[in-house]
């Protein structure tokens, strides 16, 4: 158990639809970080927040938002739901101290499959 | 743009034996380098991890080479045992802690 939680564990929706992934991280950890896995690929970097700022940026789509709340929770944010967005949705979390070594744990994912 | 790589999809190695699992990368800014594990409906726990000022770090049956000259990681597990079965990534960050992953290996030890 890596002590990061999200919810929910699946997600079936249809195209068109908005939905709201969750995170809670690590007791202590400041930063959190969103990654897309889709079938048979590597993790794709989303979003980094810490300590409720957007901190970096990867390859997220417009019609995605996260935010990172005072209790360090973090929310996803999906809308207008296209058959690709089908994926696993991790979210990680870290101390945030910027170094090499400041190593990520990741929760168990979300699987949403848009139908 | 593909920046680490993984060009092993899958790998099988009997029990006992040396696993070696291989992975290249294009950023010469990356300055970690990571090893993650991922068992099924769970998410990658992190394994083991190399600086480059490193080019070599070893924890236990787990030993990471690095080839900075070549762009070049390595993760050997010697002996590999049947619990070791899942998709490792191989992953690299230049400073700013966003990681940037590879595709994945399934490695299947064999009894």
């Known amino acids: 158990d890596s002590g990061v939680t999200q919810t929910p564990k699946h997600l079936i929706t249809a195209t068109g639809q908005r939905v709201t992934l969750r995170c809670s991280p690590r007791?202590?950890?400041?930063?959190v970080y969103w990654y897309q896995q889709s079938l048979d690929q590597g993790l794709q970097f989303l979003i980094q927040y810490y300590n409720g700022e957007e901190r970096a940026k990867g390859n997220i789509l417009e019609r995605f938002s996260a935010q990172q709340f005072p209790d360090l929770h973090s929310e996803l944010n999906l809308s207008s739901l296209e058959l690709g967005d089908s994926a696993l949705y991790f979210c990680?979390?870290?101390?945030?101290?910027?170094?090499?070594?400041?190593?990520?744990?990741f929760g168990p994912g979300t699987r949403l499959t848009v139908t | 743009d593909q920046q680490v790589k993984q060009n092993s999809p899958s790998l099988s190695v009997q029990e006992g034996r040396i696993s070696i699992l291989n992975c290249d990368y294009t950023n010469s800014m990356f300055d970690y380098f990571l090893w993650y594990k991922k068992y099924p409906a769970e998410g990658p726990t992190f394994l083991i991890s190399i600086s480059s000022i490193k080019d070599k770090n070893e924890d236990g049956r787990f030993t990471v080479f690095l080839n900075k000259s070549a762009k070049h990681l390595s993760l050997h597990i010697v002996p590999s045992q049947p619990g070791d079965s899942a998709v490792y990534f191989c992953a690299a960050s230049a400073g700013a802690q966003k990681l940037v992953f590879g595709q994945g290996t399934r490695l299947t030890i064999n009894p």
């Open positions: 007791s202590g950890d400041l930063s």
């Open positions: 990680a979390s870290s101390l945030g101290t910027g170094s090499g070594n400041d190593e990520q744990y």
